[in-house]
């Protein structure tokens, strides 16, 4: 045991018999063992994240899939469709296979042998889209759910579903501590994980954020990873057609109504075209609203073919979660959701503001 640990356990120590509250993700000992029983042996696993994937989503997956190859496992990530160009930087990105540009069909087969199939970062089947249908194919494999979201669904062999969490990265980051240790950690995986636990914080900012998540970024730390450069690589790389695009939905989109305390923005693809959108580009824009000092609740509507993306942002106790759930068939966190509509824009529109008085209507706004 090195100094920084040494110091870390007799500070939680200290912390247990004075009974101060670190904010201890408890992942039960049946789970962690059922889990290391599943894959004490070498076997064929891939690994899933959602739609539109994240830094969560991405790094979590890197991250698991780096320490089960060093148990000599064989492991195939796949994304839905491609990760938003900010975070190509992120170490052995290249090996995930993209669904949607899967012409040599390496997702399908990857899935048709697996043993295990690892769910991260999503809880229904729903979020991968067509890629959900390949997963049916295969009766034989093992799933498993690591995640963070509200309401998991039950079509999982094991389930560590802890939405407390702040991400699912902090969550990998507890697996691999209590299966294999801290000293498994490479610098490689901390960087993976770092990016996923300060994305989905806000940059550790939101409520969230307990002492244990800052424990796990001082261990992450330790491997020697660049935290300025991290940040630089997520936050400070967007294109210029992104910055205009930023610009232009603040100044000529967003709709500030219900007394100043709900806010909507919308982007069609028309508009997307115009400033050379990629895909991440208006990541991020749903939280702006949230800066004005009576904001309680925003929204962003993205244009896509077949429907539009609905994304919810909300203050304290504003539930988006519910009002995703209940208006547009989605879900997510208390203070971060998402969902679908299938009407046009301007019906959307109308639909989220007719929703909005009705849920304050309800005393839940």
């Given at each position: 045991m090195d100094k920084i640990e040494a110091i870390l356990c007799i500070y939680t120590y200290f912390c247990y018999i004075c009974e101060i509250n670190l904010g201890f993700m408890e992942i039960s000992t049946a789970k962690i063992e059922a889990l290391r029983e599943l894959i004490a042996t070498p076997r064929s696993i891939v690994i899933l994240s959602h739609t539109n994937p994240d830094g969560d989503a991405v790094g979590s997956s890197l991250a698991w899939a780096e320490i089960l190859r060093k148990q000599g496992h064989e492991v195939?990530?796949?994304?839905?469709?491609?990760?938003?160009?900010?975070?190509e930087f992120m170490p052995n990105i290249s090996s995930v296979v993209i669904f949607k540009q899967d012409d040599k069909g390496a997702a399908k087969e990857a899935l048709k042998r697996a043993d295990i199939i690892f769910c991260l970062d999503f809880h229904l089947l729903s979020r991968l889209d067509q890629l959900g249908d390949l997963i049916d194919e295969n009766q034989h494999a093992k799933r498993v759910l690591?995640?963070?979201?509200?309401?998991?669904s039950e079509d999982f062999d094991l389930m560590l579903s802890y939405p407390k969490a702040s991400s699912t990265c902090y969550l990998v980051a507890l697996l691999v501590e209590r299966l294999f240790g801290i000293e498994h950690i490479s610098c490689e995986m901390a960087e993976n994980l770092f990016v996923g636990m300060m994305t989905d914080t806000g940059n550790f900012a939101f409520s969230s954020v307990t002492p244990d998540v800052f424990r796990v970024v001082s261990l992450l730390a330790e491997t020697g990873i660049s935290i300025p450069d991290i940040h630089n690589h997520v936050y400070n790389s967007f294109t210029e057609g992104r910055a205009r695009l930023f610009g232009y939905v603040i100044n000529r989109k967003m709709k500030i109504f219900h007394g100043?305390?709900?806010?909507?923005?919308?982007?069609?693809?028309?508009?997307?075209?115009?400033?050379?959108?990629?895909?991440?580009?208006?990541?991020?824009?749903?939280?702006?609203?949230?800066?004005?000092?009576?904001?309680?609740?925003?929204a962003?509507?993205?244009?896509?073919?077949?429907?539009?993306?609905?994304?919810?942002?909300?203050?304290?106790?504003?539930?988006?979660?519910?009002?995703?759930?209940?208006?547009?068939?989605?879900?997510?966190?208390?203070?971060?959701?998402?969902?679908?509509?299938?009407?046009?824009?301007?019906?959307?529109?109308?639909?989220?503001?007719?929703?909005?008085?009705?849920?304050?209507?309800?005393?839940?706004?």
């Open positions: 195939t990530c796949i994304l839905p469709n491609r990760y938003p160009y900010y975070l690591i995640d963070h979201h509200l309401d998991a100043g305390t709900v806010a909507h923005m919308s982007l069609t693809e028309d508009e997307m075209r115009r400033f050379w959108f990629q895909q991440g580009d208006s990541e991020g824009f749903v939280n702006y609203p949230l800066t004005i000092k009576k904001m309680k609740m925003s962003m509507f993205t244009e896509h073919t077949d429907f539009i993306r609905v994304s919810l942002r909300s203050r304290g106790d504003i539930d988006v979660n519910l009002f995703a759930q209940r208006y547009f068939n989605g879900g997510g966190h208390k203070n971060a959701a998402g969902g679908k509509s299938f009407m046009t824009m301007d019906e959307t529109i109308k639909h989220y503001e007719k929703c909005v008085k009705e849920y304050a209507a309800e005393g839940l706004l």
